[in-house]
């Protein structure tokens, strides 16, 4: 017996697309993932510390500084992020009640952690990946701010606050609006060893992620990098709250001709939030078997018309 060649076809395209979505997977990284409740027993995390002036609330945030002058506070992971490809999302929120406010906080993967510093909140002279949202404008003429931006530190050079970081960025965007934004603020920054860095940014609007920059051939990482976030307030203030923190493990499919970290671009454009695919996801395993089904069912019902077309030949 031979199915008609449409139905053949649409069984090919089917495998071919469930091919293709499947290349890319991830697995969650629960050390380096945190949410509400934040703690595991009283003033401890499982897999994170915090200092400085950082203050927990276990229904609502870990709150890096608060609303108030010349505070600083930092939130580390415990064991290094040792993935060599991986994607950290995070919410956060700045808000505060001043019209003049600052001075921004940080997300780290460095070999230092968990020590307080100038540059918001953490050391100079690091080693490793800095990305900053920076909230107030020192000396930067023609850039907007609030300003994102990525350094990364050779453990020898400095962070000129005066000049914004200008001289040390590798890449960056502006983001008027991320403050006190009216959706949930997210970034999602995506490390691929040695093929692509990139930073979205969610503040606009809900679920649609703007790409704040993408570099190819990113400087490679420490071995031994810790995930972290710090924050600072000088004179001017603002809350520096951490909603959540979800890290993922990526990897491709043994064989798959696709590559994660590949064509890369740079520039800045609006797109709509995606989601890797997670390996074992039940919904997309009852899609699969509900498009599988749809192939059969045609493949049956051309069968059918076929048989019957040549039934009627016969007479």
């Known amino acids: 017996m031979r199915l008609p060649s449409v139905s053949a076809a649409l069984f090919a395209a089917l495998a071919w697309t469930v091919q293709a979505d499947e290349d890319l ?28 002036d950082t203050i927990i609330r276990t229904d609502s945030y870990v709150r890096l500084t608060s609303d108030r002058p010349s505070q600083s506070g930092w939130l580390f992971s415990r064991v290094p992020l040792t993935a060599t490809n991986w994607e950290v999302e995070v919410e956060f929120k700045i808000s505060g009640n001043n019209h003049l406010y600052g001075d921004g906080f940080a997300m780290w993967i460095t070999k230092q952690r968990g020590q307080q510093g100038q540059v918001f909140g953490f050391v100079d002279k690091f080693e490793g990946l800095g990305i900053f949202i920076d909230t107030y404008k020192n000396n930067r003429p023609g850039v907007v701010f609030p300003y994102v931006m990525a350094m990364f530190g050779d453990g020898h050079t400095s962070y000129d606050k005066n000049t914004d970081g200008k001289d040390t960025e590798l890449a960056g965007c502006s983001a008027r609006g991320i403050r006190h934004a009216s959706v949930p603020t997210k970034l999602r920054l995506t490390y691929i060893q040695d093929k692509q860095l990139k930073l979205e940014l969610q503040y606009r609007t809900e679920d649609e992620w703007e790409l704040c920059f993408e570099t190819a051939s990113p400087p490679a990482i420490p071995n031994i990098a810790y995930l972290g976030f710090s924050a600072e307030t000088g004179e001017l203030s603002d809350n520096h709250d ?33 989601t890797v695919k997670e390996g074992g996801s039940w ?6 078997v509900f498009m599988l089904f749809g192939v059969v069912g045609g493949g049956y019902v051309g069968f059918t018309a076929y048989r019957a077309k040549s039934k009627s030949h016969r007479f």
């Open 25 to 52: 997977k991830s697995i969650t990284l629960r050390t380096h993932s945190l949410q509400e409740p934040y703690l595991d027993s009283p003033m401890q995390s499982r897999w994170f510390d915090f200092g400085g």
């Open 242 to 274: 951490i909603i959540s923190i979800s890290a993922k493990n990526l990897y491709t499919t043994p064989g798959s001709p696709s590559n994660p970290g590949s064509a890369p671009a740079k520039g800045k454009t609006n797109t709509k939030s995606h």
């Open 283 to 288: 919904s997309w395993f009852f899609f699969k």
